[in-house]
């Protein structure tokens, strides 16, 4: 009697090839960007506590280790932002005629969307 | 005295599994000439012809037409017939079945669960009210044709299913080509089915359970980009699911 032999997988398949691991970057870049909001939330919370806590709380934020945080976690902002910005369009495909238009500009709008956003938003904070 | 130039050569590292004999696969090493215009799939056929009458595969066409002989080569999945030994130089080729299915014998798999998931879609147009022949045919503009052509092209290699960590850790999913294969119904003006086939298309087991890795779109030799496919229906699935609170609504988002 013949037995096939049942398909095998691993735990770490993500390991194996380069394109799996950048989709486990990509998925991992979530846990940054959580964690990077639970700092703002402990921020907003040290500000309604007053200014000695607020000062503490600058002061760790200065610290080597938060300011390596934050910049891994930026690396993975934009990683998140990229990624995100790639896959337009895969969801959205726009017919006119009988041609799509091209993924290159509906990547390109939404990047520029984007860009137009930070700048507004930069420039309320430096207002 | 003649010197005979050596023969150039490459070697073939290839899974071998005997369901009466064996527990699991084992790697057997074959040497083969080398030749620049040679795929893997000409390889096997030497072997086959040359080495051991027993190595057994599927493949028909010879040029990325029937689908059948899809094997992952180096780990990554692709029709051998379109993967040239040129580029796999200096060797050794490591050949084995697609991953994910169960293996029958060497490097042929056990098609069974593709099959009833392509059949559980409802491949096919369906009609709420047949018209009488009398009244002709379907007509169809070639935009309304643009819709779904690319999603038309899937020749049943399976390919994308082995690059699908998904499908490959919870095989209840319904998976790339197939999910390809219903958009392909439901963006098709002639067809009236789907909230037939989206009860399971918009289920956990159809597009929810995509995780976009993206790699079913890169291995496809047809170019039918399956995850975009899903990605698509995802944002359709979503779009139906608030249309469904509006008191007016189409019966495609009741479901």
């Known amino acids: 009697m013949a037995k096939p032999y049942p398909s095998q997988h691993s735990n770490i398949w993500y390991l194996r090839r380069w394109p799996y691991r950048l989709f486990m970057l990509r998925e991992l870049s979530a846990v940054f960007l959580a964690l990077y909001v639970v700092l703002m939330l402990i921020l907003v919370s040290r500000v309604h506590e007053g200014e000695a806590a607020y000062e503490t709380y600058r002061d760790f934020l200065k610290s080597p280790v938060a300011i390596g945080f934050h910049l891994i976690a930026l690396a993975f902002a934009l990683l998140h932002t990229l990624t995100w910005f790639q896959a337009v369009p895969k969801a959205i495909r726009v017919r006119r005629g009988e041609e799509f238009v091209s993924p290159q500009l509906l990547i390109g709008v939404h990047m520029l969307a984007w860009l137009g956003t930070s700048a507004v938003i930069i420039a309320i904070f430096l207002a | ?255």
């Not at chain 2, 899974?15 to 790697?27: F, G, I, L, N, V």
């Not at chain 2, 795929?39 to 096997?44: E, F, G, T």
């Not at chain 2, 789907?194 to 159809?206: I, K, T, Y």
């Not at chain 2, 496919?229 to 008191?247: D, V």
């Open chain 2, 1 to 255: 005295m003649t010197t005979v130039a050596a023969e150039r050569t490459i070697v073939l590292e290839i899974a071998r599994y005997h369901p009466e004999r064996d527990t699991q696969p084992t790697y057997e090493r074959f040497e083969v000439p080398y030749r620049e215009e040679w795929v893997v799939l000409d390889a096997l056929n030497y072997i086959k012809d040359e080495d051991d009458g027993s190595l057994t595969y599927r493949w028909s066409c010879r040029m990325g037409v029937c689908g059948s002989c899809g094997m992952m080569v180096n780990g990554v999945p692709i029709l051998t017939c379109a993967a040239f030994l040129r580029d796999y130089l200096p060797g050794p080729i490591q050949i084995e079945a697609l991953a994910g299915f169960p293996v029958e014998r060497d490097l042929v798999v056990k098609l069974d669960d593709f099959i009833d998931k392509l059949s559980a879609v409802k491949p096919w147009i369906i009609r709420e009210e047949e018209r009488p022949l009398a009244d002709g045919e379907y007509r169809q503009s070639p935009g309304q044709l643009a819709d779904f052509k690319q999603f038309s092209m899937c020749i049943n290699c399976m390919l994308c299913y082995s690059a699908c960590p998904v499908y490959q850790q919870n095989q209840e999913f319904i998976g790339p080509a197939v999910l390809a294969l219903a958009q392909r119904y439901n963006h098709d003006s002639r067809d009236e089915g789907n909230d037939q086939r989206n009860a399971l298309v918009w289920s956990d087991e159809g597009i929810w359970d995509c995780t976009f890795v993206g790699e079913c779109s890169t291995v496809c030799p047809k170019h039918v980009d399956p995850a975009g496919a899903i990605q698509s229906a995802k944002l359709e699935s979503t779009l139906g699911w608030f249309a469904s609170f509006l008191p007016v609504g189409g019966k495609r988002n009741q479901d």
